[in-house]
């Protein structure tokens, strides 16, 4: 089996809504295609869910909110049951925790449900309710909601892959041998901004999630944003001077939690028996490879990338100094469509490297609300509002966000403690 | 695809081990045969196990303590880690509660597993090996321990089954029309036993489980034991009595129970919106079926079962009780090869009934240690005597015991709130 | 025993160190003077911790970083590990959750360790080391940490008093006979604010935590707040709307929350038997009385104060919002020195009422550092900082402040699911 | 304070009652005399109760089950809701796991409660209600019951103080200046016994509770016991050896117990940082004191015996070995009234030492009822038998039970894992 290669897909827009429906439906089979039905059945943990589900629900989310308008069209409710994620106004569903408990629908039958429900969609885009801006709408976030879902199937499934001793890859590939590990990260310098009153948030041209709005201004005062991400080199130099095991670095909470769970390093990494730094091994959607200094820190939490920041004298920027930073830059980076799955080094080049891509960089904005902001009438308005509570925002996408399907003023949100999402980060400081 | 019929399997004794050997092996792959590769994968608790892994792990047990004979043989020491069940002495293994996260070896790899083993073996079983009576004895062990996995494999299955909405049955099969609900249950009568000094535990002849001896003497007191089974029926009049809701019955662990985890009637039953009892329903292998009150109750726990028996003024048998009683009886019943894979009413003769299959009896006995027991050395020792702490013992086989795997001495044994593993009960009480 | 009353406290400030450390340690003995022994060493839940336990601690506070200056001083290392309560840069400590287990020393060898340090403190005071400004500091902070800690004594016994079928009053007293119910709540009218580029934060003159700084420009749009707080007759009306049962105004964690834990009302609320409103009964620290319509709702969580809100069509104030609308009031209103320890109802006044005083106001600001912010160096540095994450800040007061423990700038902050320390609401909303 | 020195209190028989009550009633606060108020609320795990609970308990017992035929007694329900343990049919009470939450009442309120009801008791114990057989029973019991409470209110006070690195001691003694560590463990031996079919039980003669009888016949296979309980010298040479690390030697649940906890010697042992076994510490009623090897080890778990026993190539006696070899030996031992509270060395004398007292000896008898028993009607027939599941029997006694309190037949309980209740062991073997 070659390597997964998404073809570099657009941004969902303009006015050909088959093509851009087919080409998303598409992606999401492509991406499960180097996967068993026994690999699509499980959820190794309660935050990951298994492949056959992210099928089944984006496909059921254009079943329940958008085929409702094609005549003769009917929904299996057991479908409704299982595949709903968490939408209270629609109904009772599974609960989250046991989505690996449904052995059936077969992956086959899953297929079956996505041909079914495409050969509906289609139908209903050659009729004229396509015209209808609220269908329009419904639609674009419809393709959307499967392309996060695109990156949540692979974050999970490296969760689920790496959950035993055989660290199987996700695709044959040669990709790793391409890999090597004496790399220098580059050098880390400062761009420096100077603050004022800035307009953040989406400006209403082209789609975005209601959580990016409404625009509106901020405050900022004069700071500087590194280079280039904090790297796998970087975050050894942290380890061996005592890192972790220095209670001054942490947030409290952080400082209980990584004695808890007795992280001493980010996620996937492991040691092999040698005691330098050549010895450490990271898992990767390719398999177990030698950790490379020059990469991109990815899979460590908040609390770590918090007390990273601390300990290097810098702290994590806020995501409106991000937005602002990067608002002018070309959306173009390391994302799926480059089909690493991984993250990259810098390229030795001056100003702001990796915005795009690599790592959903943390940022030391919790995620709240913009001013004036209120969600949509109706089920969909349960999409992003009711979780703006003990999250920090990330921003900049990352190695498997989709083509397209990134901006700069797109906010993505996880707890503190999560570090399955490829979550990385980016020094800030003031001036 | 037809109903399971697994054929009359004899008791594994004589001299044809090849013969044996292959009956047993196709036994657990027929039992598979319904299920596809995502039901074969699912761990719905911590206390069963994906069929794959059954599949694997017997395969495993002679591969370890069989193969090593077979000159040149080499086994996989990743599979070794995956699929060696509780065995310290083997090595390190792969966490019980994590079996379900077993993607890879995918199901056709365990099938390939079990042919490359089953070659082996038999080549192995042509070799002048088979005439160690050593040998032999790890050999029956081996077809023995299989077969307490194919028992295990049907009630994990169905646990797992009926973890979603879908209540999917286990195989397609016309069983279920035959089932009706009117019967009343079989009158319960009483038949006596004089007690005395009397002998228990396995004499020696053809195969036994070590826990089943020393053969030894223990002294009776004269006692009644019910012809049949508890059944359905009567369990509904003990719910309708209050039964689970009047502390006085209960042990007082059970109470705690049953006040924690809200039980108030018996695992795999349901109760659909009519409110006399024709509207229960009861999930069996062969998918949801109508309540039917001359059945055998069964899926109850100790706690339940002694709460029962405490209502309804008798009590639980000692298993030397039931032993002495059995101990001529003829070894036959509804046990798997009847295909049934559900209890069956009893029959409206004299005597004892039901004594073998159908469900496993709850008895009044802790599981101890008889007098001069001594495990085996190795590994294979671990397989009983580790286990001696805080569970009961239950006698007499069930509808999913293999044909040949059951006999009056047999011991299994379950913790007090275990439900899964089609338990019932039988009232005794003093003359 | 005659009703707590304690003096009216002035701000801690000027230059008689001597008077205010007698008056701030005299306060604490006073608040404990009514608790028996026993009623000292409970801890009735993670998050409380025993009478006693709080009166020795502030009293390490000084011994730990006031005392070290006085020739001779020797502090016992076993207290030191007892009642250090966070601070890792000085060393191991007892559990937090264990602090329920400290039967010893006893409360009089409690009262005598106090008194030591008392005296020694007072000695110190009397030398000239009171003239260096960083010795000033550490007093004023110890200072203002003990009067925190009265605060929470008192927050704290009032859950332990609630934990038996007794539900003891914490001081024998009349107040209650002078509460009522059936008065109506004054009418909820608005106070309009322009917004624009406002300066929040402490100015730096008389004491303020480090949290409270810098000093730093916010942009606020224009805003509207409530005359007054939210009532226990406001709640009434939306428990009677479904609101513990609608999905639709929670955000999802507090929609988990209230159907994990059951909670269907505010903490210390009960119901009698009868139907209407004038069932409800209302554990305070004078015991239980009836519900009173017109006084503020207290002893929510933000969960619930967020779904309130969202129901009432309005939204919480962020902090910057309620300190501009503040910070030119008069500090005054319902604290500890007017002796109620508990939210009194809204006078029929116009402008905002009950900003200081009554209950701590849950705002919709997450609790970050300003910028700028840096904890001080070493182990006071642990003060503030480290708790900035998954935290929401309230501000201004409530019924058991210490009087002069509170300004417009102060920040507390408490998990979204915190309910026991007298967090209540006022309405925001934009114009 | 001198040392505790409980007067040698004989058997409760004969018919001076009112002696016996206050005898009884007595030592128990004797027993709660050396610990303050603040010691006797604290409950530092489920399974312990607070001195003062035990002192209320007690007296409910009382109050409940005999005052009721006292004209014009009244008992306070609040009491009645406190201080009952577990009797359903009495009514709903306060929570185990909260017991350390009572405040009030006082330790002062409920020695007057105990005052209270002696009272009451006393006047009773003049009337002609004493000739009623059913109440002579009942009061013994209550006087049986309340010695039992004071075993548990030492093993459990001792759990209390060792909670905080105090390591308080409960009384101020001279005793510990009296051990030393050198002494050598005297010699292990066996005695021989022949089996048979022998009588166990209670016959009927003076007081017992229920689970003693009925009397019956077993059958014993010929066995030996050792003269002397297993040591601390020989637990050493347990640890020295390994026993610990080795899976071989444990039940499965006691090993997945010892791993998940990190047990790796007996409750109350530490070690200070001397690398030899001098530098054993244990913590008895009269604090901390160098480990003694000649003592009988205590504080171990059922898990633990019976590894020990294993690795020691021996085994635990069952509860009728035990008994059929003491039944005929002296009743007397290192009980409360010998004043030690901690077990002694054996004597250099031939034959069984040790019998009763120093620590209740862990038996392989899983604890059931004997053939033929019965719970008594109503609420004091919840004594017993409804915690017959999961629970291991222990005989005769420890350094803190009553005089009087022990006989061969006396049937106390635990679950495997339970170690602070002066658990210890003697080894059996077959002959």
């Given at each position: ?202 400006d209403g041209s082209g789609f975005a999630f209601d959580n990016e709005g409404p625009r509106h201004d901020v ?36 400082w209980h939690h990584i004695n808890r769970t007795g992280w001493r390093h980010p996620m996937y990494w492991s ?50 100094e991000w937005e602002s930073a990067t608002t002018s830059q070309p959306v173009t980076g390391n994302l799926l ?95």
């Amino acid at each position: 089996m070659s390597a997964v290669d998404v073809s570099p897909a657009e941004a969902i827009s303009g006015e050909d809504f088959v093509a851009q429906y087919l080409t998303v439906r598409t992606t999401t089979e492509r991406l499960a295609e180097p996967l068993s039905a026994e690999d699509q059945v499980i959820q190794s943990m309660d935050d990951v869910s298994p492949t056959k589900w992210h099928r089944a629900h984006v496909t059921w989310f254009f079943e329940t909110f958008l085929l409702p308008r094609l005549d003769g069209y009917e929904a299996d409710p057991t479908y409704g049951y299982l595949f709903n994620s968490y939408y209270e106004a629609v109904g009772e569903r599974h609960p989250r925790p046991h989505r690996g408990l449904i052995s059936r629908p077969s992956v086959d039958e899953v297929t079956d449900y996505r041909h079914r429900v495409d050969e509906a969609m289609i139908r209903l885009l050659e009729t004229d309710v396509v015209d209808d801006p609220e269908f329009q709408d419904l639609l674009v976030l419809g393709l959307n909601h499967e392309q996060q879902h695109q990156e949540l199937l692979l974050m999970d499934i490296k969760h689920v892959l790496s959950s035993t001793i055989l660290q199987a890859p996700y695709r044959s590939s040669n990709a790793p041998s391409a890999r090597f590990q004496s790399a220098e990260s580059a050098p880390l310098t400062w761009s420096e901004f100077e603050g004022g009153i800035l307009p953040v948030g989406h400006d209403g041209s082209g789609f975005a999630f209601d959580n990016e709005g409404p625009r509106h201004d901020v405050l900022l005062r004069p700071y500087r944003l590194a280079n280039r991400l904090v790297t796998n080199g970087d975050w050894l130099e942290f380890i061996a001077d005592g890192g972790y095991d220095r209670a001054e670095h942490w947030l409290s909470d952080g400082w209980h939690h990584i004695n808890r769970t007795g992280w001493r390093h980010p996620m996937y990494w492991s040691q092999s028996v040698e005691s330098d730094h050549e010895s450490w091994i990271q898992y990767t959607l390719d398999g177990p490879v030698a950790l490379r200094l020059d990469e991109p820190v990815v899979h460590v939490s908040y609390y770590e990338a918090d007390a990273y920041a601390r300990w290097a004298g810098a702290r994590l920027p806020t995501e409106f100094e991000w937005e602002s930073a990067t608002t002018s830059q070309p959306v173009t980076g390391n994302l799926l469509p480059s089909s690493n799955l991984h993250p990259m080094p810098a390229e030795p080049e001056d100003g702001l490297q990796q915005l795009f891509g690599d790592v959903w960089e943390w940022t030391a904005s919790p995620y709240v609300a913009y001013p004036g902001f209120a969600p949509a009438p109706g089920a969909v308005g349960e999409y992003n509002g009711k979780f703006m509570i003990d999250q920090q925002v990330l921003r900049g996408g990352c190695a498997v966000t989709p083509g397209g399907h990134i901006r700069p003023t797109y906010r993505n949100f996880f707890p503190a403690k999560a570090r399955w999402h490829f979550g990385g980060l980016r020094l800030a400081n003031d001036q």
